[in-house]
């Protein structure tokens, strides 16, 4: 397999997930009001100042994250 052919086949299911991600965001959050996590993200419990501590809740318990 060529190494271009390779590249497509893992690098495009990895950008394609990075841009589901980035797209699920929502775009009309007031700073403070979501809590990104490294799996997800979710609206903050407690808005606060952009970069904050906070979590998400997830079916494995709470995840930390900052506020963005």
């Avoid at 497509?8 to 699920?24: R, V």
């Avoid at 929502?26 to 904050?52: E, H, L, N, Y």
């Avoid at 494995?60 to 963005?68: A, E, M």
Wanted: aromatic residues 4%; glycine residues 8%.
């Amino acid at each position: 397999m060529s190494d271009f052919r390779r590249l497509l086949m893992l690098g495009l299911p990895l950008a394609l997930a990075l841009l589901a991600e980035a797209a699920a965001q929502p775009k009309d959050a007031r700073p403070g009001t979501v809590c990104i996590t490294p799996q997800s993200w979710c609206r903050a419990v407690q808005p606060g100042p952009p970069g904050a501590p906070c979590a998400c809740q997830s079916p494995s318990g709470w995840i930390r994250g900052v506020l963005k």
